[in-house]
């Protein structure tokens, strides 16, 4: 009878560690990235507050001062595109062999332009620019590992997870947008490296910042159950908006065709000069939104009060993004999510169909469903809205709205924000090309060939699909649209390379029907 032997397994400890040195050190970048924001941004107001007190002549060194941060920027713009918006669609691209930097290059100018794009007031996000700064920070331990190929990937990917982790101090939710928005990876090696670098960002982030919740709200009681159809309506509230939402950041590149009198590096230069008379007439509603959020516990603001946060939120937003400038969408969703439930929750109380007692809750529970609607990240927004506000008590309702605007906003065939602006991306390097070939390649039918959606086919990298032609029609495609067999794909590749790309598509179709 052979005796058992015990012996000690290390397989996994490997990612533990690469893990946790990764996130120790996102950790210490983020949290300083976060720190400087929220200084810069108190002085702003600072100086904000002073003009509307009557110092009319600070608005000269604050005019000169934004102007010389938007020609900074834009220079910092010019040298390296890709730290534009809130960098999360690149780093889905870089996991995806897209799209390659230098670590260091971006990681620099990515801090420095955050922090002064974001710190005087526009109404951009840090988590965006959090994960990308995380990212560039595993890329760099990756590069000093000499790892390549899987392992790189995955220490970019847990490289992203500490960024979110810190900039929210939300390990759990960081690791699961990774997994379901960025990676879209289960594997023990990508889960067990991103949570340990998350936990590592994080211990940075709370020694910094406290062990108090981002977005402490104060609220009396658990909704009843009788009180969840008001959920049913909200969610196709948030679905309804979120949709439009998605519309509108998508249609900004169309908007600054207005300002065509300036190059597109320079586009920040109008954000950063709208923003001086937003500022003295209302500092504190500046910034990416968690100040705001947080005042709710303060007071509860009048219907009239609430539509016209809404209206100036939301507008600033887009003219904030549209810009190109280094910031996030992520914290602004969240904030306009709960403007939203703010003041449906404020007319359903002034209609006398809900207690005011419960009023917190659906500020809570919109910001969740705002972002999953936008996002198409369920399962992130429930447990970032879930660490954030420091409380597992809204688990059900969370999931209940977040599901119900998920689908609306699905059924309005609203696609996923962050991939949405990653085809546009790809459209706009195929554009750094000097020219490009129109490429139709038929879809043959063959005996037992299915659809399949766009979203599922592998396309490969500097390949642009612009239209699905079916008979007589063309489709404009979307991730959830069906390619059939007979279709016509017409797609845009570099010049000189059509029969290279012809041929890797049409292996990747005959491998969608084996």
Not at 155 to 163: C, L, P, T, V
Request: charged share 10%; proline share 5%; aromatic share 12%.
């Amino acid at each position: 009878m052979k005796r058992n032997h015990t012996y000690l397994n290390f397989d996994k400890l490997g990612f533990i560690w690469r893990g946790l040195v990764i996130g120790l050190l996102a950790g210490f970048v983020t949290a300083a990235f976060r720190f400087a924001i929220e200084k810069f941004l108190v002085g702003m107001q600072f100086v904000y507050n002073g003009i509307k007190a009557g110092h009319i002549w600070w608005l000269v060194p604050v005019i000169i001062g934004l102007t010389a941060i938007g020609l900074f920027v834009g220079l910092l713009l010019r040298q390296r595109p890709e730290i534009s918006g809130s960098g999360i669609p690149q780093v889905e691209a870089q996991l995806d062999d897209e799209l390659d930097y230098n670590w260091w290059s971006i990681l620099w100018r990515k801090f420095v332009g955050g922090v002064l794009a974001i710190g005087p007031g526009l109404f951009l996000g840090r988590e965006g620019p959090s994960i990308q700064l995380g990212a560039a920070v595993g890329q760099g331990v990756a590069h000093g590992f000499h790892a390549n190929g899987a392992d790189r990937r995955i220490m970019i990917a847990a490289g992203a997870a500490g960024g979110l982790s810190a900039a929210f101090n939300a390990p759990i939710a960081g690791t699961m947008f990774v997994l379901e928005e960025v990676y879209h990876n289960f594997s023990y090696p990508v889960w067990l490296t991103s949570l340990a670098s998350a936990v590592g960002a994080n211990f940075i982030s709370l020694n910094i910042f406290g062990l108090q919740p981002i977005l402490h709200l104060n609220y009396q009681r658990s909704m009843p159950v009788t009180q969840y159809w008001h959920l049913l309506v909200l969610g196709i509230i948030l679905g309804v908006l979120g949709r439009f939402y998605q519309y509108c950041l998508l249609s900004q590149g169309k908007a600054y065709r207005l300002f065509k009198f300036l190059p597109r590096s320079l586009h920040g230069l109008v954000p950063l000069l709208v923003v001086v008379p937003l500022g003295v007439w209302h500092a504190d509603w500046l910034g990416g939104g968690n100040g705001l959020i947080i005042s709710f516990n303060q007071a509860q603001l009048s219907i009239l009060t609430l539509s016209l946060l809404l209206l100036v939120r939301f507008a600033f937003s887009m003219l904030s993004y549209g810009s190109g400038l280094p910031g996030g969408i992520f914290l602004p969703i969240l904030s306009l999510g709960a403007v939203i439930g703010a003041l449906y929750g404020a007319i359903m109380v002034h209609l006398g169909l809900l207690a005011p007692m419960y009023w917190y809750n659906l500020v809570i529970f919109a910001m969740a469903g705002y972002f999953a609607a936008i996002g198409k990240a369920p399962f992130t927004a429930i447990l970032l809205v879930t660490e954030m506000v420091g409380s597992l008590v809204h688990l059900m309702p969370l999931a209940v709205l977040s599901l119900v605007a998920y689908g609306i906003d699905d059924m309005l065939n609203g696609a996923p924000i962050y991939e949405s602006l990653r085809q546009r991306l790809k459209a706009m390097a195929l554009s750094t090309h000097r020219s490009l070939d129109q490429v139709q390649l038929p879809v043959f039918e063959i005996p037992g060939a299915q659809p399949f959606k766009v979203k599922d086919f592998n396309w490969p990298s500097n390949c642009l699909l612009i239209s699905i032609q079916r008979g007589e029609y063309r489709i404009i495609p979307k991730g959830g649209s069906l390619i059939r067999p007979g279709d016509t794909l017409i797609m845009l590749v570099p010049s000189g390379r059509v029969g290279h790309f012809k041929q890797l598509i049409g292996q990747e179709i005959q491998k969608m029907y084996d």
